[in-house]
């Protein structure tokens, strides 16, 4: 059975609080574990948060629309909004085992994203980024 969430914030309201407690409330009542839960909502955090950080140049106001399925033993995350193309896949991972203040600043959260999933993949379709992201759980 497959079961899915949705939702969509602007990057003028940023709202991220409302959707990390209904997304998590969601993942747990999907017999999802809670460290499974905590660290998906761990990802979705870091994605969002960059995307309102970085993606978008203008005043507009911008649309990012979370979809979420939720799969027997897969968490299928699709994270999507129009800012600037940026491919998370292509970046390097940051080289960890440098002292703190010799590492440069960036990084860290694509590898934190990398580190907690199975899968991610990135199109950029109809001037849209689409980031999607497995996870498998017990």
């Not at 969002?48 to 939720?70: C, G, M, P």
């Not at 491919?87 to 080289?95: C, G, I, L, R, W």
């Not at 959260?109 to 001037?127: M, P």
Request: glycine share 2%.
């Amino acid at each position: 059975m497959v079961t899915s969430f949705e939702w969509t914030l602007d990057n003028k309201t940023k709202k991220l609080s409302d959707l990390m407690d209904a997304f998590s409330a969601f993942l747990l009542q999907q017999a999802v574990s809670k460290r499974d839960a905590t660290t998906f909502c761990l990802v979705l955090d870091e994605v969002v948060a960059n995307i309102f950080s970085y993606a978008f140049t203008d005043k507009a106001t911008h649309r990012v629309e979370i979809q979420l399925q939720v799969h027997s033993d897969t968490i299928i995350l699709v994270v999507t909004d129009d800012g600037l193309p940026f491919d998370p896949t292509k970046n390097m991972a940051p080289d960890i085992t440098l002292p703190l203040d010799k590492r440069p600043i960036g990084g860290l959260g694509i590898h934190l994203i990398k580190s907690f999933t199975q899968d991610v993949a990135y199109q950029y379709i109809n001037k849209r980024n689409v980031l999607t992201l497995t996870k498998k759980y017990k």
